[in-house]
């Protein structure tokens, strides 16, 4: 499967955006997939996944509640709904996706740019 991330863009302080990652390939329903994100000098974390059913997704303790993970496998794609933003949710966002339990497909990135 291949990836491609899009709708990054600059936003305020509380406000929104919704990321869409769009895959390649026949098989997307059969994936688990999910966001990462990497700040300025640090580290690649994770952010959001979501199983192939949609049935289940996970998020990291900094995201819960504001953001929303979704997949449509109709249309190959995958979403991250981001509400009430803050400065330090800037970032270059990437969609991944699991292959035998590991993060080994990835998109390109989208930039974040939340201003206060």
């Known amino acids: 499967v291949q990836l491609q991330a899009s709708g990054g863009g600059l936003v305020q302080a509380g406000g929104s955006l919704r990321l869409s990652c769009a895959a390649s390939?026949?098989?997307?329903?059969?994936?688990?997939v999910g966001w990462f994100r990497q700040a300025p000098g640090k580290e690649r974390e994770f952010v959001a996944s979501?199983?192939?059913?949609?049935?289940?997704?996970s998020y990291a303790d900094s995201v819960k509640g504001r953001f929303t993970i979704t997949r449509d496998n109709a249309k190959n794609t995958m979403y991250l709904q981001m509400n009430s933003l803050k400065p330090e949710d800037t970032a270059v966002y990437y969609c991944?996706?699991?292959?035998?339990?590991?993060?080994?497909?990835w998109g390109q990135g989208t930039l974040v740019t939340v201003s206060s």
């Open positions: 991944a996706a699991q292959v035998g339990g590991r993060w080994t497909r």
């Open positions: 390939g026949r098989t997307f329903s059969s994936y688990v």
């Open positions: 979501i199983t192939w059913s949609g049935g289940s997704t």
